[in-house]
């Protein structure tokens, strides 16, 4: 038996108005979906506890099967592991975006505009990392490179402060969500100054794109220590994703992570590049387990776009979804397929919820009848409800 699981990161939503009163999920075309949530089952499952923030984060290692109240760290520090970012038990990592906020006003007036620099590619955000490298780089900070515009701080000796998530304050002045802590506070306002007239930024001002001009801290926290893979299931896992967050909780659970060309964190990533390089890894390399996570939806979820947002979903259904079960079908190998959202991200807010997410369990040897339509609404009204997310793993894997 394989086993496989189908993320669309932030893929659930709320009823819109410009809908209908549908979900993005409800409005997109997805016959793939519908078909294994009428041979399978669905339902609810609760990914983030209400005493924790609702990031991918903590809504992944749920859907992985790790307890997030007892393994969970930080954020930043899963993603360094990611980019071999060797870490101390002394030291405190942040997640370090490169965002967009608007020129004029003075620093804690200046509002928010794009948590992503529109998605500034890694080449672009590694020249800016090497100006900020070179003005703030010392024996108490280090600056690294990630994937876009997701890149990694590490303080020596450092605190967990309190910091705030970017794309939580979309459109809004940033001076109340500054950090308390001066160091910080000031590497942001300074990195304002040295980023915003840098030949890059100029050159992409001028093609009409967003300016990656100031530096955010949020998600510190320190080294991870995550329990592997395989001796917690008893299954060779494989990670499949274009976000650091999740090759980092790959590297952690020490899962094989496996690279796609052509695999972004956006719309256009390749979606039927993922779906062949997970079936490969279950077929050919020896995994009995495949995680293979898009981000798309919940980035278009953060822009705030319904249409991209119902895009994602149907792309991520007939390339990602479909081609999987063609090729496991045609292959003759048993095998088990959980699909699920980590956790919504809401055109209304354009950040995460803690609301329960809508999942399908798939068995290939046990498939039922019936006819059923894979949405926020109908795994509702199944009345099969999980409230601790994590646990979903063990049904998937019959533990």
Same mark, same amino acid.
């Given at each position: ?25 409800? @409005? ?45 760290? +930080? ?70 490179? +990630?994937?876009?515009? @997701? ?6 000796? +450092? ?48 093609? +009409? ?66 779906? @062949? ?91 039922? @009848? ?30």
């Amino acid at each position: 038996m394989k086993y496989i699981v189908i993320l669309g990161d932030g893929m659930a939503d709320e009823p819109l108005e410009a809908l209908d009163g549908m979900t993005p999920l409800a @409005r997109a075309k997805t016959p793939c979906m519908d078909a294994l949530a009428s041979m399978g089952t669905m339902g609810l499952v609760k990914t983030v506890p209400d005493s924790m923030k609702p990031g991918s984060d903590v809504a992944n290692l749920s859907v992985l099967g790790y307890d997030p109240q007892a393994n969970y760290s +930080g954020r930043a520090p899963l993603e360094a592991l990611s980019v071999g970012v060797e870490m101390k038990e002394t030291d405190v990592v942040m997640r370090c975006n490169i965002v967009t906020v608007t020129e004029e006003e003075s620093f804690d007036q200046k509002i928010i505009l794009d948590h992503s620099s529109g998605e500034i590619s890694t080449q672009d955000a590694d020249v800016l990392m090497d100006a900020v490298r070179e003005a703030f780089n010392s024996e108490q900070f280090q600056f690294y490179t +990630g994937t876009s515009y @997701r890149e990694i701080t590490v303080w020596n000796h +450092g605190e967990v402060v309190q910091l705030s998530q970017p794309h939580d304050h979309l459109g809004q002045k940033i001076g109340p969500y500054l950090p308390a802590q001066p160091a910080l506070r000031n590497m942001m306002e300074k990195s304002f100054e040295i980023l915003n007239n840098h030949p890059l930024n100029l050159k992409r001002a001028a093609e +009409g794109k967003n300016k990656a001009n100031c530096l955010w801290f949020w998600g510190a926290g320190t080294k991870p220590a995550v329990e592997p893979y395989r001796e917690k299931f008893g299954v060779k896992g494989a990670m499949i994703s274009a976000v650091d967050l999740l090759k980092g909780i790959a590297v952690g659970a020490r899962m094989q992570v496996v690279e796609v060309p052509g695999a972004t964190g956006g719309l256009e990533t390749d979606y039927e590049g993922k779906a @062949r390089a997970g079936v490969k890894a279950l077929l050919e390399d020896g995994c009995d387990f495949v995680y293979i996570h898009v981000e798309a939806p919940d980035e278009m979820g953060h822009q705030g776009s319904i249409e991209k947002k119902i895009q994602a979903i149907e792309s991520i259904d007939s390339k990602v979804v479909q081609t999987v079960k063609d090729l496991m079908d045609a292959s003759g190998e048993d095998y088990r397929m959980l699909l699920t959202p980590d956790h919504p991200t809401p055109i209304r807010c354009r950040t995460h919820t803690s609301d329960p997410v809508p999942f399908i369990l798939y068995d290939s040897t046990a498939q039922q @009848r019936k006819n059923a339509r894979y949405s926020e609404k109908e795994a509702a009204a199944t009345g099969i409800y999980e409230p601790q997310g994590f646990r979903l793993m063990e049904r998937l894997l019959h533990k």
